[in-house]
Antibody, heavy 120, light 107 residues
Framework: EVQLLESGGGFVQPGGSLRLSCAAS????????LSWVRQAPGKGLEWVSA????????YYADSVKGRFTISRDNSKNTLFLQMSSLRAEDTALYYCAKLHLGVADHFDYWGQGTLVTVSS | DIQMTQSPSSLSASVGDRVTITCRAS??????LAWYQQTPGKVPKLLIYAASTLQSGVPSRFSGSGSGTDFTLTISSLQPEDVATYYCQKYKSAPLTFGGGTKVEIK
């Protein structure tokens, strides 16, 4: 059974940093691309970033490019999102999601999410 | 970047009604389109991919169609458990853009 468990969310001031983690199990971790998708309170889904299984390819939404960095540790089956220069508009529930196969694919499994609140 | 526009943004229908949600891409995306269901307070769930392929375990009352720029998600007979917000998502190339969502309620 595929499981994705996010952690690392919390309260941070504008301009601050936070690192999210996603522990994965139930599939061959290195074979699949992974992604972060966020959802602001009461709003729709927004794709944030994706990384290939080999971590050679990474992609970012324009809204986070230059501020967020996606990475993965294939030895620990863990996905990360390093977030810096955080803004109020980054406040959201951040989901870790497994891509069906490639780095630009549909999402077949989702974690429960970790909440990030950016406020002074 | 390709934009994804859903309509309507919300709808109310009776149990047993046929419900149709539309998703339009600003450029052609072939059939690289997925649909997700997010029930209140829950995680999004994949319903359909490749525009019309039903994900395993999804009830057959859900169906998808379309290609190019215009796509449709149909619920053939609305059930109470279908109350949710539905999102389309384009793929094949980044950014992996979602539509704005369609909230479905029971009348």
């Amino acid at each position: 059974e595929v499981q994705l468990l996010e952690s690392g969310g919390g309260f941070v001031q504008p301009g601050g940093s936070l690192r999210l983690s996603c522990a994965a199990s139930g599939f061959t971790f290195t074979s699949y691309a992974l992604s972060w998708v966020r959802q602001a309170p009461g709003k729709g889904l927004e794709w944030v970033s994706a990384i290939s299984g080999s971590h050679i390819y990474t992609y970012y939404a324009d809204s986070v490019k230059g501020r967020f960095t996606i990475s993965r540790d294939n030895s620990k089956n863990t996905l990360f999102l390093q977030m810096s220069s955080l803004r109020a508009e980054d406040t959201a529930l951040y989901y870790c999601a497994k891509l069906h196969l490639g780095v630009a694919d549909h999402f077949d499994y989702w974690g429960q999410g970790t909440l990030v609140t950016v406020s002074s | 970047d390709i934009q994804m526009t859903q309509s309507p943004s919300s709808l109310s229908a009776s149990v047993g009604d046929r419900v149709t949600i539309t998703c339009r891409a600003s450029q052609g995306i072939s059939n690289y389109l997925a649909w997700y269901q997010q029930t209140p307070g829950k995680v999004p769930k994949l319903l359909i991919y490749a525009a019309s392929t039903l994900q395993s375990g999804v009830p057959s009352r859900f169906s998808g169609s379309g290609s190019g720029t215009d796509f449709t998600l149909t619920i053939s007979s609305l059930q109470p458990e279908d109350v949710a917000t539905y999102y389309c998502q384009k793929y094949k190339s980044a950014p992996l853009t979602f539509g704005g969502g369609t909230k479905v309620e029971i009348k």
